[in-house]
Every structure is written in C-alpha cells, then in structure tokens.
C-alpha cells in the first residue's frame, strides 16, 4: 500500500488548496482513505473520509461547510478541496488507509487507519 499526499502550501486567509493522495498497491472498494492533520504542539486530528464502495464522505465539525472529500477512480485519487481556509487549519495535512473500508462516519479516527502517506504542508496566513 502507498500513499501520496501532495497539493499543499502557503494560501491567505480565505483561499483554497486542494490536497491530492495517490493510493496505489490494493483494491480501492476494501479501503477507505482519510485526512488528517497535526498543527505544531498539537494531537493529530480527524479531518474528513471517504470509502470507495458507495462513496460515503464524512467531514468534521471543523471543517464542514468549507471543505469537500471526494474520490476519483480513473487515476485512484482522493482528493481535498478546501475552501474559505482560516489560519487555525495551518497544519501538516496527512492521508491515511483503512483496511475493511470502515464507515466513514463512525470510524473517522487515526487508530482505525493503517497505512499512512507522508504529509503535506498546508501554511494559511496574510
């Protein structure tokens, strides 16, 4: 299994990124992806996920509203867009596998994911 994460940057208040995780080495349908991110001094948190198999998407408090999780399978792709970005979303932004393709909406925590990409930078500020 691997996973690249890529898309993120320096962005200002307000602005968008769309993040990209390229999933290669297992059948789309037994996994789902998810985002997570970890700012400076602070826990890993949940972001948003995604299954394949029906397409379900689950997105956080923080974050719903402003961002979308979406699939793509002609190039095996989750992507992130986000949109109306604060300065408290400045974090390392990192994407992850699940084994069993868990319901995004119960299982949207880092210790049901087992295969992890490396992160990309995401900086929102003026």
């Known amino acids: 299994v691997q996973l690249q994460a890529s898309g993120g940057g320096l962005v200002q208040p307000g602005g968008s990124l769309r993040l990209s995780c390229a999933a290669s080495?297992?059948?789309?349908?037994?996994?789902?992806i998810g985002w997570f991110r970890q700012a400076p001094g602070k826990e890993r948190r949940s972001v948003a996920c995604?299954?394949?198999?029906?397409?379900?998407?689950y997105l956080t408090d923080a974050v719903k509203g402003r961002f979308a999780i979406s699939g793509d399978r002609s190039n095996s792709t989750v992507y992130l867009q986000m949109n109306s970005l604060k300065p408290e979303d400045t974090a390392v932004y990192y994407c992850?596998?699940?084994?069993?393709?868990?319901?995004?909406?119960?299982?949207?925590?880092?210790?049901?994911?087992?295969?992890w990409g490396q992160g990309t930078q995401v900086t929102v500020s003026s």
């Open positions: 080495g297992f059948t789309l349908n037994d996994y789902a």
């Open positions: 995604f299954r394949w198999r029906g397409g379900e998407t």
């Open positions: 992850a596998a699940s084994r069993g393709s868990p319901n995004p909406t119960s299982s949207c925590y880092s210790r049901y994911y087992d295969y």
